[in-house]
């Protein structure tokens, strides 16, 4: 089944470790075959690192794009999220942390980092939230 990019004009995206740029208008790409493709907007340059989530996301996504190379960065992952799964204490963040763990184990890198996203969206929250006086484990949970 073929994969249906939709780019915005200028947008840039990596197919296959290949950075790529689409031209001044909209553009719908069909790639028949499969292929390691990440939108700009999801990816991480090093200095971008900044928080344990990051810490975790990071590893997968260069495991993604440089498959050839995962067992360089998977010891980095194990070592992230055994930090970070040591310091939460949602059963729901948790549950993702294995299913993330299990996603990594399997190569299946791209879901992985899909269910990374909640891993970033839950830290922003948390961060957010600091001096706000709501704990971790508080009522919008």
């Known amino acids: ?23 001044d208008r909209r553009t719908i790409l069909l790639l028949q075959n499969k292929a390691s493709v990440l939108r700009e907007k999801d990816i991480f340059q090093p200095e971008q690192i900044d928080s344990p989530a990051k810490h975790i996301y990071f590893p997968i996504q260069m495991m993604y794009l440089q498959p050839e190379d995962a067992a360089a960065f998977y010891d980095q992952f194990v070592l992230r999220m055994s930090e970070f799964m040591n310091v939460i204490r949602s059963a729901d963040i948790l549950k993702e942390c294995v299913a993330i763990s299990r996603d990594v184990m399997a190569a299946d890198y791209y879901k992985a980092l899909t269910r990374c996203r909640k891993l970033l969206t839950y830290e922003e929250e948390r961060l957010a939230n600091v001096g706000d006086g709501v704990p971790e484990g508080g009522a919008e949970e």
Not at 9 to 20: D, K, L, W, Y
Request: glycine share 8%; hydrophobic share 45%.
């Open 1 to 23: 089944m073929p994969l249906k990019l939709s780019l915005k004009p200028s947008e840039r995206f990596v197919i296959n470790g290949a950075v790529m740029q689409n031209g």
